[in-house]
């Protein structure tokens, strides 16, 4: 049974748009949530992420949004770059029980010129 | 500051054997979890060490194991390889806490024939 489901598996972007990339789950222990964007050979690097305090969090041009009640999350990227082409995952944490990350299977982004 | 490294990068194998992959986290980092990664399943957790102990532990079978030394640096075994162990093996260490964030290295692409 997956707890976090990012149900498109590919996204595809104009340069210079908002990209919007979602995250579902189920667990509602999950009190911390996490983006990572992973490029082929490399190991995911860390974007952003959100305590379920909070339902807002911005870094640059990367914002992260987090509805408790529908529990869902979604990252926007303004504006997008054709350096932003890569597969975005979602993870989440129950941090207070245990600390490992549950990772949705990803969206791929394609940011075209 | 230098990022999580792991070696080696690739390793083929065949049925049967075992592998030992290595894992050096950030410097200060006192946690190293360790993912795989396939086509089919995404990101799942395998374990974590906290100075030395392994602190939490995912669903696999008792072929996978690891320890940690007293520099906080990792090694994760794999005993009576299949081919089902073939994929992408991540570390990522983090501070100490539940909530900080992990950072990943590279990977360890594992291919057993």
């Known amino acids: 049974d997956q707890q976090v489901k990012q149900n498109s598996p590919s996204l595809s972007v104009q340069e210079g748009r908002i990209s919007i990339l979602n995250c579902d789950y189920t667990n509602s222990m999950f009190d911390y949530f996490l983006w990572y964007k992973k490029y082929p050979a490399e190991g995911p690097t860390f974007l952003i992420s959100?305590?379920?305090?909070?339902d807002k969090n911005e870094d640059g041009r990367f914002t992260v949004f987090l509805n408790k009640s529908a529990k869902h999350l979604s990252l926007h990227i303004v504006p997008s770059q054709p350096g932003d082409s890569a597969v975005y995952f979602c993870?989440?944490?129950?941090?207070?029980?245990?600390?490992?990350?549950?990772f949705g299977k990803g969206t791929k982004l394609s940011v075209k010129p | 500051k230098a990022g999580v490294t792991q070696t080696p990068r690739y390793l083929i194998k065949t049925r049967g054997q075992q592998v030992t992959l290595s894992c050096s986290p950030i410097s200060g980092h006192r946690s190293v979890s360790w993912y795989q990664q396939t086509p089919g399943q995404g990101l799942q957790f395998l374990f974590e060490y906290f100075s030395e102990t392994q602190r939490n532990k995912g669903n696999f079978p008792g072929r996978f194991s690891g320890r940690q030394f007293s520099n906080s640096r990792s090694e994760m075994n794999v005993s009576t390889l299949e081919l089902g162990d073939s994929a992408l093996y991540l570390c990522?260490?983090?501070?100490?806490?539940?909530?900080?964030?992990?950072?990943f290295g590279p990977g360890t692409r594992l291919t057993v024939l």
């Open positions: 959100i305590s379920s305090i909070k």
């Open positions: 993870a989440a944490s129950a941090g207070g029980s245990q600390g490992n990350l549950i």
């Open positions: 990522a260490s983090r501070i100490q806490g539940y909530t900080d964030t992990q950072y």
